[in-house]
Structure formats: C-alpha cells, structure tokens
C-alpha cells in the first residue's frame, strides 16, 4: 500500500516556466489537499478537493491551478514560475467521514525558482 | 481570526529529560486539534488528535497532549524523550464543518542531545 506518491521529488525551475507536481494516492479517499511549507511558515493550504471533478480554493491559490478528473490524482499546475513559489510542496488525502479526520501525507516536492 | 501559535521555533532537551511543546489556538468553532511529525526529508504523520470527551489525549510514540478550552492551548507532552524524537512538530486545528481543511501552526523544531 504505497500511500500518497508526490513525484518529483526536487525540481529547479527558471522564472516564467511551466511545471506539474503530480500527486496520487490509492487509498480511495474523496479528500485531497495541496499545501505549501515555508520555513518559519507551517503549512499553508493551496487548493483542496472534495472528490473527482470538484476543487475550491484554499489560503494561498494565486499562481496555481488544479484539476481533479479521477479519484486517485490531483496534479498541481504552476503556470508561469517565480521566485516567491520556491517552497516544499505537500500533498495529502484524508478519508470521508467526520470521525476520519486525520490527513495523510505525501513525502514532498521541493521546488526552487531561479 | 483563526491562527494556531506555537511560542517555540527551536526547543533542545536532554535524552531522557521531559519534553513540552506549546500550542495555543483562536477558533471560532468548537475545534478539532491535532498534533503532527516530520521527520526530515518526510512528510507530515498524525501523532495525535482531540475531537471531544476526555481532554487528555494519548497518541503514538509515548506522546500526549491536554486541551484546555479556558487557555485555548493544546499543549504536547512526553516524560522521556529519545533521541528518535528529534523532529519539527506541528499543531493543526481544524472542525467537523471544513472538509478536514487545517490550520497549522508555524512549528516547533525538537533537538536531542546525548
């Protein structure tokens, strides 16, 4: 059972590239979250899905999209990079159900924009 | 507003020595809270939750945590830390009505020395 797979896991891009972070879980879960780690930061959440074909935004959404066509992925589309989207990306699901509150998480994508 | 403050970024215990970890939370809602791991180079894993009933809660590694509403804190604890402990926590609060949509705290990086 592998979990949340975030792949890849470092990448280095220049200034007004384009990129996805992928993110796949095959636990079945309806919920699925991206958020951001800066250092002194926590985590701040990016978008979030409640289950294939719905997304809404999270804190910080400006400079990414998302798009949720099946269960099991949820790709993080970074249009035009820059410098202030250097950050470690987190991925994670979490089962339906308000008794299942606990979020699994992917192991990270770092990012850097040059 | 709703925020989370954990007070310490760094804390350095002795191995062996008792270990506490502040967490303070502003929620409207009646709160589910959370307290999280990373390891380096990982992703998040769920110590611990508190959702209601009893306000001392237990959670995995031989950690616990106490939710006082009159303090709005939700602080972590553990009578002897191993030097495995070394880690960044994080305190997360949440509610039933969010989609399991969190707010983290900025968290607080444990050092262990011999």
Redesign the interface.
Known sequence: NAGVTQTPKFRILKIGQSMTLQCAQDMNHNYMYWYRQDPGMGLKLIYYSVGAGITDKGEVPNGYNVSRSTTEDFPLRLELAAPSQTSVYFCASKAEGSTNEKLFFGSGTQLSVL | AQS?TQPD?HITVSEGASLELRCNYSYGATP?L?W?VQSP??????LL?Y?SGDTLVQGIKGFEAEFKRSQSSFNLRKPSVHWSDAAEY?CAV?A?NQ????I????TELSVKP
């Open positions: 989370v970024i589910y959370f999280y180079g990982q992703g998040l894993q769920l939750k959702f994080f949440g039933s989609g399991g949509k969190l983290f705290g900025q968290g």
